[in-house]
């Protein structure tokens, strides 16, 4: 009996646990990086209630050398988290072209051997793959921005922190039931893209023979098909992914 292939949450899982060094680096940077983004506008009001109000000359150049060192921080994190994840991408998207073509050249016969097919797989595929550390990277820094913000309503005014803890969960329950539908588009996206490639390299392949029979036309229009296939895939995903972002 053949064992059951690997299916998209098994790769995802290997994907971040073979970078999960970069991805655990890159996440708490930008979680610092986002935790700093909130409290820019914390530090501005305390530098106009206590310095500029006051007018407290020390108190000023204190606050101001601390808000450089504020954004010090908010720069130099974003910078190291960003780079840590981008290894991981690509470091990832690399291995992942490589297990392609070792599959291609060792596991397949020639029969099943589509050379549009594999250079989709190894290029659109890898890099949808490896957008997991971007989500990652999105999800911890939002979530540390998040619990910041919330902390210091809480102190300041702890009727608008509850409204907001209880209601921030609640959006996010939302974008998360509508984010399933992108992940079923997207899987029929990079299918007919796969498709599409696979279709360009039997044409190319069989170039010579298809111009000596007269069969240009039935090549053309049976790509042009599987094109139109692909781009209205890739235009349902788009828009749902646009109607959760919005």
């Known amino acids: 009996m053949k064992a059951a292939e690997p299916g998209g949450s098994f790769i995802l899982r290997r994907t971040v646990k073979r970078q999960w060094k970069r991805a655990v680096l890159g996440a708490l940077f930008l979680g610092l990086w986002q935790l700093s983004e909130a409290l820019v506008p914390i530090a501005i009001g305390l530098v106009i209630d206590h310095a500029v109000l006051p007018r407290d000359l020390r108190l000023l150049v204190i606050s101001l050398v601390s808000f450089g060192a504020l954004f010090f921080v908010l720069s130099g994190s974003y910078r190291i988290g960003s780079r840590a994840l981008n290894r991981a991408v690509n ?34 595929d890898a890099d949808s793959i490896t957008r997991i550390f971007g989500q990652l990277g999105t999800g911890v820094s939002a979530l540390a921005g998040f619990a910041g913000a919330a902390i210091f309503l809480l102190f ?24 399933r539908g992108i992940s079923q588009r997207s899987s029929t996206q990079q299918a007919t893209l796969a498709t599409a490639g696979a279709q360009v390299g039997d044409t190319m ?10 069969g240009e036309r039935w090549a053309s229009s049976a790509y042009h098909q599987a094109s139109q296939e692909s781009a209205k895939a890739a235009i349902n995903t788009a828009a749902a992914t646009g109607k959760v972002a919005g």
């Not at 589509?114 to 659109?124: F, K, Y």
Request: no cysteine.
């Open 91 to 124: 470091h990832e998207s690399h291995a992942l072209r490589v297990e392609v073509a070792s599959h291609a050249l060792t596991k397949m016969s020639t029969k099943d051997l589509v050379p549009g097919e594999v250079m989709s797989r190894s290029t659109a």
């Open 156 to 179: 300041s005014d702890w009727l608008v922190g509850l409204i907001v803890l209880i209601i921030a969960p609640i959006i996010s329950g939302i974008v998360a039931v509508s984010s």
């Open 205 to 214: 392949l069989g170039l010579r023979v298809i111009k000596a029979i007269g």
